[in-house]
């Protein structure tokens, strides 16, 4: 009986030393650097993953290029290329080259072509001086408002009811509409023989338009502004609404023209007389006659040395 307990005394301490050295070899501690060893043939996971996206990718390429449908691919987007200076053994990178703008071209030359542009507040009077200036000085008056209204009426006008909006709220139409229309205009009468010198009334209200009139059709020769108090605007336009059938004859489209004059046009004035081409007028609030007067004395002075038509 003692000789069979020596016995399995023995097998029970071989046995837990051969699970303790198996425990230790499958425990074995892993270090920072390493990554535990898998059996070789075995595949990753991401690699396992990536086998099956592109295996998906190839089926949907597959199921819809059977359906018919155009299959979109994302075109390549070539890089700017930068070119390098090599200087002191050291590469650079060479200053980017930006295109050169080209002043555009006006379409008449100052030589050939005189204008004159006239501002004023809304009932300044521009339309009634601009009409004796015309008898008197062989000027064509084009008026950027009445040509505004006349496209605006015009059947099939593709630019009509944007006018009409703007006129009503007594907003300024977008430039390229009112410059288009001018240079047409200005075109038309020189074709026709009626002249080549303008009085381009109630435009520029802001200094974009004044800077792209000058650009693509012809410089200013000067700026003849009428000066004249708000009130009396007032009482003129009131009085011109009972009968001129306006849509911006009214007390809401009125103040809402004076504030738009104050806060975008009269800025443009100040440009041009940094410039000193603004001649003012400042009796407007006098009669027709004696507003004339002091108006032909300006342009008696400026084309002095002109044959008067």
Request: aromatic share 8%.
């Given at each position: 009986m003692?000789?069979?307990?020596?016995?399995?005394?023995v097998?029970?301490?071989?046995?837990?030393?051969?699970?303790?050295?198996?425990?230790?070899t499958v425990t074995?501690?892993?270090y920072?650097?390493?990554?535990?060893?898998?059996p070789?043939?075995?595949?990753?996971?991401?690699?396992?993953?990536?086998?099956?996206?592109?295996?998906?990718a190839a089926?949907?390429?597959?199921?819809?290029s059977?359906?018919?449908?155009?299959?979109?691919?994302?075109p390549?987007?070539?890089?700017?290329?930068?070119?390098?200076?090599?200087?002191?053994?050291?590469?650079?990178?060479?200053?980017?080259k930006?295109?050169?703008?080209?002043?555009?071209?006006p379409?008449?030359?100052?030589?050939?072509?005189?204008?004159?542009?006239?501002?004023?507040g809304p009932?300044?009077g521009?339309?009634?001086?601009c009409?004796?200036?015309?008898?008197?000085y062989g000027?064509?008056?084009l008026?950027?408002?009445?040509?505004?209204?006349e496209?605006?009426?015009?059947?099939g006008?593709?630019?009509?009811?944007?006018?009409?909006?703007?006129?009503r709220e007594?907003?300024?139409?977008?430039?390229e509409?009112?410059?288009?229309?001018?240079?047409?205009?200005?075109?038309?009468?020189m074709a026709?023989?009626?002249g080549?010198?303008?009085?381009?009334?109630?435009?520029?209200?802001?200094?974009?338009?004044?800077?792209?009139?000058?650009?693509?059709?012809?410089?200013?020769?000067?700026?003849?502004?009428f000066?004249?108090?708000?009130?009396?605007?007032?009482?003129?336009?009131?009085?011109?609404?009972?009968?001129?059938?306006?849509?911006?004859?009214?007390?809401?489209?009125i103040?809402k023209?004076?504030?738009?004059?104050?806060?975008?046009?009269?800025?443009?004035?100040?440009?041009?007389?940094?410039?000193?081409?603004?001649?003012k007028?400042?009796?407007c609030?006098?009669?027709?006659?004696?507003?004339?007067?002091?108006?032909?004395?300006?342009?008696?002075?400026?084309?002095?040395?002109e044959?008067?038509?």
């Amino acid at each position: 009986m003692l000789r069979s307990f020596l016995q399995r005394s023995v097998f029970s301490k071989s046995t837990c030393s051969v699970r303790a050295v198996q425990k230790q070899t499958v425990t074995r501690r892993l270090y920072s650097g390493q990554s535990p060893s898998q059996p070789s043939g075995t595949p990753s996971v991401p690699a396992m993953l990536a086998v099956a996206s592109m295996g998906f990718a190839a089926y949907y390429t597959l199921v819809q290029s059977r359906q018919g449908q155009l299959l979109i691919r994302m075109p390549c987007l070539a890089l700017p290329r930068q070119e390098t200076n090599v200087k002191g053994g050291s590469v650079e990178a060479a200053p980017e080259k930006t295109p050169e703008t080209v002043a555009p071209i006006p379409a008449f030359s100052e030589d050939e072509v005189t204008v004159v542009f006239v501002l004023g507040g809304p009932g300044a009077g521009k339309g009634t001086q601009c009409e004796n200036l015309k008898k008197d000085y062989g000027f064509v008056h084009l008026s950027a408002g009445d040509l505004l209204r006349e496209e605006q009426k015009r059947p099939g006008s593709k630019y009509g009811e944007l006018i009409n909006h703007y006129i009503r709220e007594g907003l300024i139409v977008p430039m390229e509409v009112t410059i288009a229309l001018l240079q047409q205009a200005m075109t038309e009468a020189m074709a026709n023989q009626q002249g080549n010198r303008f009085l381009i009334d109630g435009f520029p209200r802001k200094m974009d338009q004044a800077v792209k009139f000058e650009e693509v059709v012809v410089p200013s020769k000067m700026v003849l502004y009428f000066e004249c108090p708000e009130e009396v605007m007032l009482k003129r336009l009131m009085k011109r609404g009972e009968s001129s059938g306006r849509v911006d004859d009214n007390i809401e489209s009125i103040k809402k023209r004076f504030g738009v004059f104050k806060n975008t046009s009269f800025p443009v004035i100040e440009a041009f007389s940094k410039q000193n081409k603004v001649q003012k007028v400042v009796t407007c609030d006098q009669s027709v006659q004696e507003v004339y007067a002091e108006v032909r004395k300006i342009f008696d002075t400026l084309f002095s040395n002109e044959v008067k038509k």
